[in-house]
């Protein structure tokens, strides 16, 4: 079979399941369940993470070194279009001119939706100082265009809320942006375990960002490897077309021809 591979930026990656870093015991569970994914972009919390900038403590990137990882730096945490192209500014330089970012401002600390407006302000600085933004949204599918008419090179819909586990809520407003979308569309929050991750691969998303529904779960190391299955048995099934849904029994074996 054919390498199924999708391109961010230019750049062409076999696994279409993303990773956090995030909420993990300690570096050692860190590394391990990452491994077990099969992940090849690891996203990194900019403003909750060491990467660099503390030399007193443990080192993030040495459970997830960049020589075997994409390193994905992101801006939670940030709620001002401000804060969230400074992190991406901090992060460019802790990674020696790293340009892919992930783009999330959020808009409200309870629900940790994302605040559209100043989202499409802090994309469009960081579009025109070169950065390749791939950026959290809502999934409403008038932002998305605009996201990429913007410039971001990928557009990541949640399918819930952050953390929330609640699995894809509004699949008909995910198919929209991926049918009118020119970038890959990832689905980013809200998935909780692996058959949420199959439902987006099953409706066409070019891949899945989580971080809680492995680092929360009892055995973090064992569903990372439920994950991977999942996205990848979701995309082949999306490549190999499901029946059409019927309201009434069809039975699997034609009578024509048989003997009686």
Do not use: W
């Not at 990429?148 to 699995?167: F, K, N, R, T």
């Not at 070019?206 to 929360?216: F, H, K, P, R």
């Not at 973090?220 to 490549?239: D, H, Q």
Request: charge should be negative; glycine fraction near 8%.
């Amino acid at each position: 079979m054919a390498a199924d591979s999708f391109s961010v930026a230019g750049r062409e990656f076999r696994s279409r399941l993303l990773v956090g870093t995030g909420k993990y015991r300690d570096l050692d569970e860190t590394a391990e369940a990452i491994a077990a994914s099969g992940a090849e972009i690891v996203t990194v919390a900019i403003r909750r993470s060491n990467i660099g900038q503390s030399g007193d403590e443990p080192n993030l990137l040495e459970a997830v070194p960049p020589d075997r990882y994409t390193i994905l730096p992101n801006t939670a945490g940030c709620y001002t279009a401000k804060d969230a192209v400074r992190t991406c500014r901090l992060a460019r330089e802790l990674l020696d001119g790293h340009n892919l970012v992930k783009l999330e401002v959020l808009g409200d600390e309870k629900t940790l939706f994302p605040d559209v407006t100043a989202t499409l302000e802090a994309a469009e600085t960081l579009v025109a100082e070169g950065f390749d933004v791939m950026v959290y949204t809502s999934d409403d599918p008038i932002i998305a265009r605009r996201l990429e008419e913007i410039g971001c090179v990928v557009i990541m819909p949640l399918a819930a809320p952050i953390g929330s586990g609640l699995g894809i809520q509004n699949r008909y407003n995910l198919l929209t942006i991926i049918e009118n979308a020119s970038v890959p569309v990832l689905v980013d929050a809200g998935v909780g375990t692996a058959s949420d991750a199959a439902i987006a691969m099953e409706l066409g998303c070019d891949g899945v960002l989580l971080n809680t529904a492995i680092a929360g779960a009892r055995e973090p190391v064992r569903m990372a490897r439920a994950m991977r299955l999942a996205v990848e048995a979701g995309r082949e099934a999306y490549l190999a077309g499901r029946i059409p849904r019927k309201r009434y029994a069809s039975a699997s074996s034609p009578l024509d021809g048989t003997f009686f």
